[in-house]
């Protein structure tokens, strides 16, 4: 049973007592970005340009969906504003960069906590290649270099200065990675919206040939058979996932315990807004059997884009769809290594990635280590066939429904001496999550039975596995191996016990602690039954 904070010596951190809401000095620069930064990096870590571009069509091309694509969007949209509660709750009690890794880890152990760490890790790799990819393939397109566009050197090339750019971007500083992003992401919605927009319009004001007014059935995920809308929520899940990036820059944050959480939710709503009109304009304009066709599925905003917007316009899409990439690929690296600092300062990885830049205040280690092994990873991806590129993209699936549906659980976990207390925290602190969680794990495990079998991944198999699975399914399978073999390194970390927030969290107001308490750098947020000097040391629990 976790111990009253208040009932502890000063100073002291006892292992399994709850967190303490405040900022624990990690090397990161507090206080560097506002609310409207969070929900930005939030939304823009989905990449809507090009997950649309990239996954609509597949969507619709999905048996028994065709005009219901948009359907499947507002279905997937579900779970996610589930799990956006969970993090908005669970961040409140512990502003921790590690997000999940950390909440996990007090909620359930080390030793889920560890594997939620790498189930994060696992994903990013895995679409790193991918964004990379897209966004060279793209700068190519834009300039008319059409070699490049289909010859591997040029692309690999590419993609490598892309990762290289954005790390290096990473590791200046969290406020030129914000001013990026909002200069990147205004410009990738504004060109959404017109595209949308003028496509609707110009199907209700001049009919084209083969278009279709929009019908309330298209939104409809009832329509469909439970089958059917279940398979196409796996991709449906891909073009969300990402919304988490900007809880992981809380320590960044002004508002560290309730401005990101609060951002995770509004960043979901923006999102599915994004999805349904767009989705709902391009097929339209076309009809969904354009945008499935095997020629158009693979990049459905460039194939609708000359129709639409003309052959000027149509660059600037092409903008929109590149800088979507490369801006999802800058806030895929900006989590990935808090989270990797955050496991290191937990003492449960090695502590090098721990190191901060004594200037930039970022965790430059982590951030460049990831880079390099982006790279490396991507590569050989890239270089084997544009299909294993879509399947490694497919298996990051497996991993996010565990480390999603594990915070859903988790949230409702910690705060299971609250949950009956009110109403509202048994449906939005409780329920809502633990019925994301159930969602995310159900969408999991039929995605780990319908992806093994070859005819759904494009026939390739190997060793009896196919990519799928190989990518997402044993790539937790490693992590589990991973975990193993760190308890025996890191045993004060994987001594820690199980935790629970003390009754009343939620309710109690947060207040700015003097700067002196945690050095001249802080900006630092506690709940008023914080104390005073009873920060841990690193890898120590928080009392």
């Known amino acids: 049973m976790a111990t009253d904070s208040a009932a502890l010596p000063l100073g002291k951190a006892v292992a399994g007592d709850p967190a303490s809401s405040g900022v624990v000095d990690k090397g990161l620069k507090k206080g560097a970005i506002g609310y409207i930064s969070n929900i930005v990096i939030g939304v823009a870590s989905t990449a809507p340009a090009y997950s649309l571009a990239a996954t609509l069509g597949f969507i619709a091309a999905d048996q028994g969906v065709g005009v219901h694509a948009p359907a499947v969007l507002l279905a997937s949209f579900i779970p996610m504003v589930l799990i956006a509660l969970a993090y908005r709750y669970l961040n409140k009690a512990d502003p921790d960069a590690g997000t999940t890794f950390a909440w996990t880890t007090r909620a359930f152990g080390p030793a889920m906590g560890w594997l939620n760490g790498w189930a994060i890790f696992l994903a990013d790799v895995l679409v790193m290649a991918s964004l990379a990819d897209i966004a060279a393939t793209y700068t190519f397109k834009l300039v008319e270099w059409h070699w490049a566009e289909t010859h591997k050197g040029a692309v690999l090339v590419g993609a490598a200065l892309w990762i290289l750019l954005m790390t290096w971007i990473c590791h200046r500083g969290i406020e030129l990675s914000a001013r990026v992003q909002r200069l990147l992401l205004s410009f990738e919605v504004v060109m959404l919206v017109i595209f949308a927009a003028v496509a609707l319009i110009t199907v209700y004001t001049g009919n084209p040939a083969h278009s279709v007014e929009p019908h309330a059935s ?289 309710d109690v107001p947060v207040e700015r602690a003097p700067a002196h308490f945690m050095g001249p750098q802080a900006s630092t947020v506690h709940l008023m039954h914080h104390a005073p000097g009873d920060e841990p040391g690193p890898g120590e629990p928080r009392s």
Not at 391 to 398: K, M, S, Y
Not at 476 to 495: A, H, I, N, Q, T
């Open 218 to 506: 298209w939104f409809n995920p009832f329509d469909m058979r439970f089958h059917d809308l279940v398979i196409a929520m796996l991709l449906g899940i891909f073009i969300y996932w990402g919304w988490d990036s900007g809880v992981a820059v809380n320590e960044e944050s002004e508002d560290p315990n309730d401005g990101p959480g609060r951002a995770a939710v509004v960043s979901t709503l923006l999102l599915v807004a994004i999805y349904l009109f767009v989705s709902a304009g391009a097929q339209s304009f076309h009809g969904a059997s354009f945008i499935a066709s095997e020629e158009n599925s693979s990049d459905v905003l460039n194939a609708l884009g000359h129709g639409v917007l003309g052959s000027v316009g149509v660059k600037f899409l092409i903008i929109a769809v590149l800088t979507s990439a490369a801006a999802s690929t800058q806030t895929t690296i900006l989590p990935t290594a808090r989270t990797t600092l955050s496991m290191a300062y937990w003492k449960s990885i090695p502590a090098a990635f721990g190191k901060t830049h004594p200037r930039f205040m970022t965790p430059s280690v982590s951030t460049w280590g990831f880079g390099l092994i982006a790279i490396a990873v991507a590569i050989p991806l890239i270089l084997i066939s544009a299909t294993v590129l879509e399947l490694a993209v497919v298996a990051l699936g497996i991993p996010v429904c565990f480390y999603y549906g594990t915070t859903g659980f988790a949230c409702a976990w910690y705060y299971r001496d609250e949950l009956f207390r009110s109403a509202r925290k048994f449906l939005l602190v409780g329920l809502a999550p633990v019925l994301g969680g159930l969602i995310f794990y159900g969408i999991g495990i039929y995605a780990i039975t319908y992806y093994a079998h070859a005819a759904n991944a494009e026939g390739k198999e190997y060793l009896g596995l196919t990519l799928p699975i190989w990518f997402g399914g044993i790539g937790m399978v490693l992590g589990f191996v991973l975990m193993l073999v760190s308890r025996l390194r890191f045993r004060e970390y994987f001594s820690r016990k199980t935790e629970k927030a003390p009754v009343g969290l939620l």
